[in-house]
């Protein structure tokens, strides 16, 4: 009980309610979520459990894939369907070609700034509270990805896409910002996350398929050990007998790796493997791949960030 589930979540409960659900029917003491998904989205929502819910941290930033319906010619407070109606523009006009070129523009490095219905803090106050109070704070646009942004079809004012984009983007704010960019506004109405790194909807499981698998004894085959979630980590190989040093909290010095990854910084995320596969802990290049090679043998390559063993 010290891996992860892939869990589907389904439209309705919120993600920590998912949270204690599972909690319950695994029993176990902890566990904790990778990316919130807003109750009336549904999809992929990975969650650790006990001895792995150290591995978050690392896995918050995996890249996501949404599939979303944005409905033209509506704004809300919320960029959602939940959201009071703020504004409406006529979309009638608006053709399937001018969506699909608009939506060119919202690829690659973007700036967004957080929606008011957040869970993002202001002076340590989550921003949707303010929001329910009818307060507006100045929120700092944030830089964020958009690997893909697929046009799939148009029915009328509904318009369904899907997105791979960087942890941190809202998808409702993405939509906001298109309706905008057409000129008549929109707000997002559908939202299903297919995708977290390598977490993926075809391999998710129901908690109704999660308490079946606890009752005929199959579950241990359907969650995923650190080995396999932490796989897109690049690897530093060490020399044989110094994972205890490592395990004790020792950093690593250049004279003790055996190979490292062809490029890295700090600031990078890198496994260390024990001799049976099983990850030691996770570290820090003190400096990158060139000054590497110009440290001493005794000095320090790499801090540590986290032991797992």
């Known amino acids: 009980m010290n891996n992860i589930v892939n869990l589907y979540k389904p439209v309705g409960p919120s993600s920590f309610s998912m949270v204690q659900s599972v909690k319950r029917a695994l029993n176990v003491k902890k566990a904790g979520h990778i990316g919130t998904l807003d109750p009336k989205a549904e999809g992929v929502l990975p969650i650790c459990l006990n001895r792995s819910t150290r591995l978050i941290q690392f896995l918050v930033s995996l890249p996501k894939v949404y599939l979303a319906t944005m409905t033209l010619g509506v704004t809300t407070d919320s960029q959602d369907a939940t959201g009071q109606v703020t504004a409406t523009g006529d979309a009638s006009q608006v053709t399937e070609q001018e969506v699909r070129q608009v939506m060119t523009r919202f690829q690659g490095e973007q700036t967004q700034i957080p929606p008011m219905y957040s869970a993002k803090k202001k002076n340590g106050v989550p921003l949707y509270k303010l929001a329910r109070k009818g307060i507006t704070t100045e929120r700092k646009p944030v830089i964020l990805q958009i690997y893909a942004l697929d046009f799939l079809k ?75 979630v932490l796989d897109f980590l690049p690897e530093v190989l060490v020399v044989p007998g110094y994972i205890a040093s490592i395990v004790h909290g020792k950093p690593l010095k250049k004279g003790s790796v055996m190979a490292t990854p062809d490029h890295f ?36 390559a790499f801090k540590l960030k986290r032991v797992l063993i």
């Open 154 to 228: 148009k029915e009328d004012n509904q318009v369904t896409f899907r997105v791979k984009c960087s942890a941190g983007t809202y998808v409702r704010t993405l939509c906001h910002d298109i309706g905008h960019a057409l000129g008549c506004g929109a707000h997002m109405s559908e939202l299903v996350r297919e995708q977290v790194g390598q977490f993926d909807i075809q391999s998710s499981l129901t908690i109704e398929e999660l308490n079946h698998a606890q009752g005929d004894g199959t579950l241990a085959q359907k969650l995923l050990g650190t080995e396999t």
């Open 265 to 300: 910084r700090p600031g990078t995320n890198l496994r260390i493997s024990g001799d049976n596969g099983q990850i030691a802990a996770i570290v820090d290049p003190v400096v990158n791949e060139h000054e590497f090679q110009q440290l001493n043998p005794e000095d320090i």
